[in-house]
Protein backbone atom coordinates (compact mmCIF):
# COMPACT_ATOMS: atom_id res chain seq x y z
CA UNK A 1 0.00 0.00 0.00
CA UNK A 2 1.51 3.52 -1.48
CA UNK A 3 1.46 5.89 1.15
CA UNK A 4 2.76 10.11 1.30
CA UNK A 5 2.50 11.18 4.94
CA UNK A 6 3.61 15.18 5.43
CA UNK A 7 3.73 17.01 8.54
CA UNK A 8 5.65 19.68 10.14
CA UNK A 9 2.94 22.67 8.75
CA UNK A 10 1.67 25.02 10.82
CA UNK A 11 0.99 28.97 11.62
CA UNK A 12 4.68 30.86 11.57
CA UNK A 13 4.71 34.58 11.76
CA UNK A 14 6.57 36.00 8.32
CA UNK A 15 9.78 35.89 8.19
CA UNK A 16 9.71 32.94 10.41
CA UNK A 17 10.63 28.80 9.10
CA UNK A 18 9.14 25.63 9.09
CA UNK A 19 10.72 22.07 8.34
CA UNK A 20 7.76 19.54 6.22
CA UNK A 21 8.46 16.01 6.20
CA UNK A 22 7.03 13.06 4.04
CA UNK A 23 7.33 9.71 4.91
CA UNK A 24 6.84 7.63 2.03
CA UNK A 25 6.02 3.86 2.04
CA UNK A 26 5.11 0.93 -0.49
CA UNK A 27 6.93 1.45 -3.57
CA UNK A 28 10.50 1.46 -4.11
CA UNK A 29 11.67 5.35 -2.91
CA UNK A 30 14.82 5.61 -4.58
CA UNK A 31 13.57 5.27 -7.74
CA UNK A 32 11.57 7.73 -7.70
CA UNK A 33 11.44 11.59 -8.40
CA UNK A 34 9.98 13.69 -5.40
CA UNK A 35 8.33 17.01 -5.01
CA UNK A 36 6.84 19.48 -2.85
CA UNK A 37 4.09 21.12 -4.34
CA UNK A 38 2.00 24.23 -2.89
CA UNK A 39 -2.01 25.17 -3.00
CA UNK A 40 -3.51 28.48 -2.29
CA UNK A 41 -6.89 29.41 -1.65
CA UNK A 42 -8.52 29.92 -4.91
CA UNK A 43 -5.50 28.45 -6.77
CA UNK A 44 -3.87 25.82 -8.95
CA UNK A 45 -1.88 23.15 -7.34
CA UNK A 46 2.12 24.42 -8.06
CA UNK A 47 5.67 23.41 -8.07
CA UNK A 48 7.65 24.05 -5.08
CA UNK A 49 10.53 22.01 -5.37
CA UNK A 50 11.58 18.24 -6.98
CA UNK A 51 14.95 16.63 -6.06
CA UNK A 52 14.92 13.86 -8.47
CA UNK A 53 16.25 10.37 -8.16
CA UNK A 54 19.53 9.50 -8.61
CA UNK A 55 22.07 11.94 -8.29
CA UNK A 56 19.78 14.27 -7.05
CA UNK A 57 19.34 17.17 -9.20
CA UNK A 58 17.23 19.82 -7.56
CA UNK A 59 15.01 21.98 -9.25
CA UNK A 60 12.83 24.97 -7.59
CA UNK A 61 10.43 27.68 -8.29
CA UNK A 62 11.19 31.18 -8.22
CA UNK A 63 9.06 31.73 -5.46
CA UNK A 64 11.84 29.28 -3.52
CA UNK A 65 14.82 30.22 -4.80
CA UNK A 66 16.84 31.05 -2.06
CA UNK A 67 14.65 30.61 0.78
CA UNK A 68 13.61 26.91 0.85
CA UNK A 69 15.71 23.90 0.45
CA UNK A 70 14.68 20.52 -0.83
CA UNK A 71 16.32 16.88 0.65
CA UNK A 72 15.82 13.23 0.51
CA UNK A 73 16.98 10.17 2.65
CA UNK A 74 17.08 7.21 0.68
CA UNK A 75 17.83 4.95 3.68
CA UNK A 76 15.16 6.25 5.82
CA UNK A 77 12.73 6.75 2.76
CA UNK A 78 12.04 10.76 3.80
CA UNK A 79 12.01 14.07 2.05
CA UNK A 80 12.20 17.53 3.69
CA UNK A 81 11.72 20.83 2.86
CA UNK A 82 13.12 23.85 4.81
CA UNK A 83 11.27 26.80 4.47
CA UNK A 84 12.92 30.25 5.87
CA UNK A 85 11.80 33.84 5.58
CA UNK A 86 8.47 32.40 4.91
CA UNK A 87 6.11 35.18 3.44
CA UNK A 88 2.04 35.29 3.67
CA UNK A 89 2.43 34.21 -0.07
CA UNK A 90 4.03 30.71 0.84
CA UNK A 91 0.51 30.04 2.26
CA UNK A 92 -1.60 27.27 1.45
CA UNK A 93 -1.27 23.52 1.38
CA UNK A 94 1.87 21.54 0.72
CA UNK A 95 1.60 18.08 -0.84
CA UNK A 96 4.38 15.54 -1.32
CA UNK A 97 4.48 13.42 -4.73
CA UNK A 98 6.39 11.18 -5.74
CA UNK A 99 6.80 10.11 -9.41
CA UNK A 100 8.08 7.17 -11.64
CA UNK A 101 7.21 7.60 -14.73
CA UNK A 102 3.72 6.66 -15.12
CA UNK A 103 3.61 5.93 -11.51
CA UNK A 104 2.86 8.78 -9.62
CA UNK A 105 1.34 9.48 -5.84
CA UNK A 106 0.00 12.08 -3.64
CA UNK A 107 0.44 12.61 -0.03
CA UNK A 108 -3.01 14.54 1.48
CA UNK A 109 -1.02 17.22 2.47
CA UNK A 110 -0.23 19.62 5.12
CA UNK A 111 -1.59 23.04 6.25
CA UNK A 112 1.09 26.10 5.70
CA UNK A 113 -0.04 29.42 7.10
CA UNK A 114 1.93 32.78 7.39
CA UNK A 115 0.45 35.48 8.86
CA UNK A 116 1.25 37.99 11.90
Known amino acids: QVQLVESGGGLVHPGGSLRLSCAASGFYFNNYDMSWYRQAPGKERELVAR????????VFADSAKGRFTISRDNVNNMVYLQMTTLKPEDTGVYYC?????????WGQGTQVTVSS
Open 97 to 105: NANFGQYDY
Open 51 to 58: IYNFGGRI
